[in-house]
């Protein structure tokens, strides 16, 4: 039995400059956190032939081809395991709620794999490969964030360059900060799972298009991506709350489905309640809030959104990214 590992994370400044619709012509640049919360993958040699999976469902097929998920066929075909597998997923997080579970659980099933054969690989080759399964096979609408942090893990900053590559620097953030940030942001599930794909689809054509100034609103995005890493490094973390409520306002106009009246009323009353500013994470249009709120203000926000039906996470960041945290696999 092989037990792994990935985090899934926050995107905490100049989230979407890795869509490949805008990172290809402009590059891309976005400082991410991976967070104590995690999608698990258990390994273990079947006695018989046959592909055995549970997730939400459970599937025992005799051949890859067989397999109806996407992500578990494609990754094993891709790996070259092809037989007398059994393969358990467990999550943290309900799935398409904005914190890159999808990828996460893509480099954690890679990480399986490759310990399962023996191969033990770098953070590097993780990313890399899960971005091979998600964007070049499945064809997937998406960028390369939520790949790179889950296999790296910490406050990370990357690059995407305009050939595809990825640069990553991982920041020296003074622990007083990271505990000061882990304290005053604040976390709601807003209660909707939505499709990453349909937002994505849509703000690509956008940006593509350069409707209603798209191309300019993330050249901003980008901007606050830069000014978020300095001012986490010079630990100004009052002002990078200002950040985020100047983020939400440039990215809320990138796609008609990114947000709702119903998610306005949210993050108007997080608002009205102290919060500095907040946004949703990932594609948008459902999934979680991440406000960031002073001390004083905290306990104002929490009883604001508990009282419209959210539900809070609580969390720590991740400094281990993607692990294989048991193995006990024999030839």
Known sequence: ?????????????????????YASLHGGFLVAAAIDRYIFVAANRRFYDS????????????????????????????????SAIELVTVADVPSNSGLGSSSSFTVALLNALHAYKRDFVSSEQLAREACQVEIDILKEPIGKQDQYIAAYGGITAFTFNKDGSVDTERLDVSPDVVDELESNLVIFYSGVERSASAVLKEQGKQIKEDKDAAVSRMHRIKALGYETRDLLLKGDVDRYGELLHEHWTNKRKLASNMTDPTIDEHYEAARRAGAIGGKLMGAGGGGFFM???????????WEALTKRGLRPLRFRFDQDGARIVANFHRS
Do not use: N
């Open 1 to 21: 039995m092989i037990v792994s590992r990935a985090p899934v994370r926050f995107s905490l400044g100049g989230g979407g400059t890795d869509l490949p619709s």
């Open 51 to 82: 592909i055995r999976l549970a997730y939400s469902k459970t599937e025992t097929v005799d051949s890859v081809d067989q397999i109806e998920h996407r992500i578990f066929r494609e990754t094993l075909r891709f790996s070259g395991v092809h």
């Open 291 to 301: 406000f960031y709120a002073r001390p004083a203000d905290k306990r104002a926000v």
